[in-house]
């Protein structure tokens, strides 16, 4: 097994981080490597905010919940942009342009460009011994993460990444079995996979140094999606000009 | 510099492959890199279907207009998938869970659970000395390949992957420079970032290898951006319950 695939294979997600701000060699680093990744028709449509000011790292902690949005090596907060192709557009340009900057296709599309670019920060910073958590929980408020940040028209913030010197050591998650998410020529329901899946993981949570619970998987997702939940992002998704048809 | 980060600073998208499909170990290794990549609070909401049938293939290469669709070590389609609790549920939990599973949250969640996924499978490949390429023209007609590979509700084909022994060295092509989709604290147009790329990316097209051109990035994009494409693409991810409300 080579480095990097070690490396990938490793991955857990780093909540608690010593005091020790990223070296400018290590954030041009997974910027580097965040540019690399493959993007859709060359459009790099992404852009990546980071976030130093130490009022907005406590704003924004306060938004997700979460303290090591406050204290970590670095913090960045990747957006779907798609306001290049605009600033450089006539008035009659933008006019033709609206129906793609609006539609799924391009919503799609700029996530994607998005997530493939962080998760090559990810694994770079990785490899340098740094740890990273990604941050859903900005889209708690996303319209107020939009309004901290300045983000124009047809730019909107889709997650963070919290990165810096691991100061905890989880245990690597358990995933579900490859039956149950890989299918060859036709999909095909995996109920047994998810079944034993739970058997399993149900061991982990009890079995795990911190955090130890009573919880299986299914549980676990029964209990989030049968509440509600960040019900008002299509409205600042819309507002900003994305997803609109 | 690493092993890791030169595998990642190193990408091209290869577009012709040896006629050597991938081993049962190196497509394992693919699929585990990919299931150890972050998830949005656990719901691995993405499935992989590896596409070895001829037909299928021939059918796919016909869809996205590519010959190395069909010619390739193995061809990967990522979905969104939000099935699994869904299988799990009783009729009135899936009542419940329908906010959720049709808001603008998790259409974003499963498209980039599963974008994570696939780059790290494509981290992975490339550090094998294989070579991958993104399929996003797989959206040229979304339910035709829907229907091909029977995915059920809350499943969507979201784009493709090839891979296998590259038969060609691509130059690695230029990205935004850094002060373009990098900001600190909050947004900067950056007019002057794209410029420069402009000049950069035409001397880039006139004297690279094969298919060389007179064209700048900002050019590509109006154009790209002013005629309207995949404009139905919202149709079946709607019709497959997702981003409705």
């Given at each position: 097994m080579n480095q990097t695939?070690?490396?990938i294979?490793?991955?857990?997600?780093?909540?608690?981080?010593?005091?020790?701000?990223?070296?400018d060699e290590q954030?041009?680093?997974?910027?580097?490597?965040?540019?690399?990744?493959?993007?859709?028709?060359?459009?790099?449509?992404?852009?990546?905010?980071?976030?130093?000011?130490?009022?907005?790292?406590?704003?924004?902690?306060?938004?997700?919940g979460?303290?090591?949005?406050?204290?970590?090596?670095?913090?960045?907060?990747?957006?779907?942009?798609l306001h290049r192709p605009v600033m450089m557009a006539s008035d009659e340009e933008y006019e033709q342009m609206l129906a793609n900057l609006e539609n799924s296709e391009h919503f799609l599309v700029s996530s994607v460009d998005a997530a493939l670019a962080a998760q090559n920060a990810a694994i770079a910073a990785e490899s340098m011994d740094l740890g990273i958590c990604y941050i859903g929980s900005i889209r708690n408020n996303l319209s107020q993460v939009d309004e901290l940040l300045s983000l124009p028209k047809h730019v909107?913030?889709?997650?963070?990444?919290?990165?810096?010197?691991?100061?905890?050591q989880?245990?690597?998650?358990?995933?579900?079995?490859?039956?149950?998410?890989?299918?060859?020529?036709?999909?095909?329901?995996?109920?047994?996979?998810?079944?034993?899946?739970?058997a399993h993981i149900k061991e982990y949570y009890q079995s795990r140094s911190s955090n130890n619970r009573i919880d299986s998987w299914t549980d676990q997702m029964l209990r989030?999606?049968?509440?509600?939940?960040?019900?008002?992002?299509?409205?600042?998704?819309?507002?900003?000009?994305?997803?609109?048809r």
């Open positions: 695939i070690e490396t294979l490793n991955h857990r997600s780093i909540r608690k981080f010593k005091d020790i701000p990223l070296t954030l041009d680093t997974m910027l580097s490597a965040a540019q690399q990744a493959s993007t859709s028709s060359y459009m790099m449509a992404y852009s990546i905010i980071g976030v130093t000011d130490p009022e907005k790292k406590e704003k924004l902690a306060e938004i997700t979460q303290k090591y949005v406050k204290n970590n090596g670095h913090l960045f907060i990747y957006c779907a942009d909107i913030p889709l997650f963070g990444m919290v990165t810096g010197v691991p100061d905890h989880p245990e690597r998650k358990p995933r579900l079995p490859q039956k149950g998410i890989y299918f060859e020529n036709e999909y095909k329901e995996s109920t047994q996979a998810v079944e034993s899946f739970d989030r999606f049968t509440t509600p939940m960040r019900m008002d992002v299509t409205d600042l998704v819309q507002k900003k000009g994305f997803n609109k």
